[in-house]
């Protein structure tokens, strides 16, 4: 099985940063892309930033410019680092890893979800 463990949400003012880690553990062959989402009330999750595992990043055009995602793949590690967060930005973000067990065999995980609350 594989976990994915995040950190780093909280309560910033708007036009603050912060930063997000997922780290992924368990029965890990590779990890294939790594992203993050997000869902705010009432709203579907949708995809906020994805990178591969060569390490080429996709964005929202939501957050293009603001944010940016990086990996450290010795540390099955993602982040997402916020810079000039604004409201629209508050919600819940997710993890989420494609990750090979073996190397015919892959799965898609999901993390808990940290709040993200942006205040105006």
């Known amino acids: 099985q594989v976990q994915l463990v995040e950190s780093g949400g909280g309560l910033v003012q708007a036009g603050g940063s912060l930063r997000l880690s997922c780290a992924a553990s368990?029965?890990?062959?590779?990890?294939?892309?790594m992203g993050w989402y997000r869902q705010a009330p009432g709203k579907q999750r949708e995809l906020v930033a994805l990178?591969?595992?060569?390490?080429?990043?996709n964005y929202a055009d939501s957050v293009r410019g603001r944010f940016t995602i990086s990996r450290d793949n010795a540390k099955n590690t993602v982040y997402l680092q916020m810079n000039n967060l604004k409201p629209e930005d508050t919600a819940v973000y997710y993890c989420?890893?494609?990750?090979?067990?073996?190397?015919?065999?892959?799965?898609?995980?999901w993390g808990q979800g940290t709040q993200v609350t942006v205040s105006s």
């Open positions: 368990g029965s890990i062959f590779s990890i294939n892309d």
């Open positions: 989420n890893a494609d990750v090979s067990i073996t190397w015919y065999r892959k799965n898609d995980y």
């Open positions: 990178i591969t595992s060569g390490g080429s990043p």
